[in-house]
């Protein structure tokens, strides 16, 4: 069973950077699409950006292109999102998620088999 567990995450100002941590378990890593998604209150999930196994290619959401960077690193299990410039309306809860596909990145929370339990953004305006 792979367990995933993010960390990171916390109150910061408008303009300022924050780095989440994914750190995976239990299954081949490795081998899996890692991506980031975020809720705030009474929307679903919302996709963030995306990293495969092969060539480590990258997707991210329009609004966060250029702002924020999706990393992995297969020796430590861990995938990164370093987020910078950040604005007051990505507050919200960020979760890790693995889709064993590996290959093909996809946006939508269903293609994701597992998930980390989300950690806490605010951002103060």
């Known amino acids: 069973q792979v367990q995933l567990v993010e960390s990171g995450g916390g109150l910061v100002q408008a303009g300022d950077s924050l780095r989440l941590s994914c750190a995976a378990s239990?299954?081949?890593?490795?081998?899996?699409?890692m991506g980031w998604f975020r809720r705030t209150p009474g929307k679903e999930r919302e996709f963030v950006a995306a990293?495969?196994?092969?060539?480590?290619?990258?997707d991210y959401a329009d609004s966060v292109k250029g702002r924020f960077t999706i990393s992995r690193d297969n020796a430590k299990n861990t995938v990164y999102l370093q987020m910078n410039s950040l604005k007051p309306e990505e507050t919200a809860v960020y979760f890790c998620?693995?889709?064993?596909?590996?290959?093909?990145?996809?946006?939508?929370?269903?293609?994701?088999?597992?998930w980390g339990q989300g950690t806490q953004v605010t951002v103060s305006s």
């Open positions: 998620a693995a889709d064993r596909s590996g290959i093909v990145i996809r946006r939508t929370a269903r293609d994701y088999e597992y």
């Open positions: 239990g299954g081949t890593f490795s081998r899996y699409v």
């Open positions: 990293i495969s196994w092969i060539y480590s290619r990258t």
